[in-house]
């Protein structure tokens, strides 16, 4: 059984940094790409980064320059350091692993930047 486990999420300051971090286990299936999409509230959910098997990353247009996406392909962990964070960039953030047939979720964090 597939699991994610996220971990990192909290309140920071605006300009702070948060270090998020997903660990998936079980995974028996080839990896196509490691994620981290987010929603805030009233919000559709929306990527936020994705790092492929073959490691080429892209980014939500506002993140660019801010996060970095990462992955520890030995231990099946994505992590997505975020700089600089903005009060917009509050939502809960959710890990997103891709499989060949199914995606896997795990189960949200809270990130809150205050003013």
């Known amino acids: 059984q597939v699991q994610l486990v996220e971990s990192g999420g909290g309140l920071v300051q605006a300009g702070g940094s948060l270090r998020l971090s997903c660990a998936a286990s079980g995974i028996t299936f080839r990896i196509n790409g490691m994620g981290w999409y987010r929603q805030a509230p009233g919000q559709q959910r929306e990527l936020v980064a994705v790092i492929t098997s073959g490691g080429s990353r892209n980014y939500l247009e506002s993140v660019k320059g801010r996060f970095t996406i990462f992955s520890d392909n030995a231990k099946n962990t994505v992590y997505l350091q975020m700089n600089s964070l903005k009060v917009e960039d509050t939502a809960v953030y959710y890990c997103?692993?891709?499989?060949?047939?199914?995606?896997?979720w795990g189960q949200g964090t809270q990130v809150t930047v205050s003013p």
């Open positions: 997103n692993v891709k499989g060949v047939i199914s995606d896997y």
